[in-house]
């Protein structure tokens, strides 16, 4: 044997036990045993959607609710927060509807992508916006334009996503049951229902717009009228919205 063949020998027979002792790694070894299902590997994993601005007021409270109630009935929980991302609405690239290579996942590239990708293998979706003029706020709207239009077929007008799932749509608003110009998620709510099912709705009506009334012009409520709704209904919203999540990741199939 010359020199480049004892060398090539040697160098396959490293790398032929380097492969051995790889496959006996315990990480490796856990992971066979999930792949053969001696392990259950059945949590579902939940998409939180906020697309409001403020980080501990109304819609993200209802949110982290209903995430502690998805938690709890034991999914992981992926916290998307809209506002702290830079991407835009859909730019009508029409990249979804190319001959031969159409998509029903959005395939213009920015810090939305991985959300969408992510959202079409979720077991479950939660969106939550609070109302604005009567609408859901543009982050919300754009990150649904991105998510619903790669899902509308030009050639038959169905409405298709990867995968259909559980959904439930939270609003919060200053409006009361009685009183509100509320339009919820508008025609975007018939897409959802189309691609991914009837999506569950929960609103929490005449929430605190501000912690302090006093600090601001806003006399045209009645900060008095709104701690008795808020001490009447709060807590029962944000029960509701933990047990929408936790009804969420304890549904079967
Ligand atoms: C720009 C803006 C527009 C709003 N428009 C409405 C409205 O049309 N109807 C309504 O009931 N409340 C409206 N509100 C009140 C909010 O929907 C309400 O305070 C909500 O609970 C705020 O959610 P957040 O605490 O998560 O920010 C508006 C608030 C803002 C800042």
Redesign the pocket.
């Known amino acids: 044997m010359d020199r480049r063949e004892f060398l090539k020998k040697t160098a396959l027979g490293v790398a032929a036990l380097a492969a051995t002792s790889l496959l006996e790694h315990p990480a490796v070894a856990a992971a066979n045993e999930m792949i053969n299902n001696k392990i259950p590997n059945n949590m579902k994993k939940i998409m939180v959607i906020d697309g ?3 980080r501990n ?4 409270s209802m949110l982290e609710s209903f995430a502690n109630g998805a938690k709890e009935g034991g999914a992981e929980v992926k916290l998307v927060r809209l506002y702290d991302m830079d991407y835009k609405g859909c730019m009508s690239c029409m990249a979804c509807k190319l001959k031969g290579k159409a998509s029903n996942i959005c395939k213009f590239k920015d810090a939305l992508t991985p959300v969408l990708e992510e959202i079409a293998e979720a077991d479950g979706l939660a969106l939550g916006s ?5 609408e859901i706020t543009a982050q919300m709207r754009a990150f649904l334009e991105r998510l619903a239009f790669a899902w509308l077929s030009y050639n038959d007008y169905s409405i298709t996503a990867p995968k259909r799932m559980p959904v439930v749509l939270i609003e ?4 009361t049951p009685e009183r ?3 339009h919820g998620y508008g025609s975007m709510e018939h897409c959802i229902s189309q691609a991914l099912g009837q999506p569950e709705k929960l609103i ?1 009506y005449n ?1 605190y ?1 501000v912690k302090n009334y006093d600090r601001y012009e806003l006399a045209g409520f009645s900060e008095e009228a709104k701690r008795k709704w808020r001490e009447e209904h709060w807590e029962e919203d944000l029960q509701k919205a933990f047990d929408a999540g936790k009804r969420m990741a304890e549904a079967k199939e």
Request: glycine letters at 14%; proline letters at 9%; hydrophobic letters at 25%.
């Open positions: 409001g601005p403020r007021m109304n819609t993200a609070p109302n604005y003029f009567g919060t608003m200053n409006g509100n110009n509320d929490a929430t717009q």
